[in-house]
């Protein structure tokens, strides 16, 4: 029984990431521009976050939550010869709330393996 609930756990988190109402496109690319990919996925940017003591602050915080399956789907190299995610230095482009495409750099990666989604800290980046 509880095979069964996690297998429909996991097929709404990934339905609820890529197509469940909320998706933005997103466009990744290798950070040796040799692969580019443009999947569903969810992003967030806002301007509230904390600083090392925890007082809140108003500091750009943006990130994306991608399904893994879409990117193995399309190719796209996700893991390193480790088994690891490797998504760092990858590039990120999606578009804001005024449909302006911002452009990003992955600068940290938190995988959930039970799930098999990845949410990606974005950090500024001119292309």
Do not use: W
């Amino acid at each position: 029984m509880v095979g069964n609930i996690l297998k429909a756990a996991r097929a709404d988190a990934k339905r609820y990431t890529s197509s469940g109402g909320f998706e933005d496109d997103i466009t990744i690319k290798t950070p040796d521009g040799s692969t580019t990919v443009n999947i569903k996925g969810s992003a967030t940017k806002h301007h509230i976050s904390f600083d090392t003591d925890g007082n809140q602050v108003n500091s750009k915080n943006a990130h994306i939550r991608i399904v893994e399956d879409d990117l193995v789907a399309l190719g796209y190299p996700v893991r390193n010869a480790s088994g690891e995610v490797n998504l760092r230095n990858h590039l990120v482009s999606v578009p804001d709330s005024t449909l302006v495409i911002r452009n990003y750099i992955i600068t940290e990666t938190f995988p959930n393996e039970t799930m098999g989604v990845i949410v990606c800290i974005l950090g500024d980046y001119n292309m």
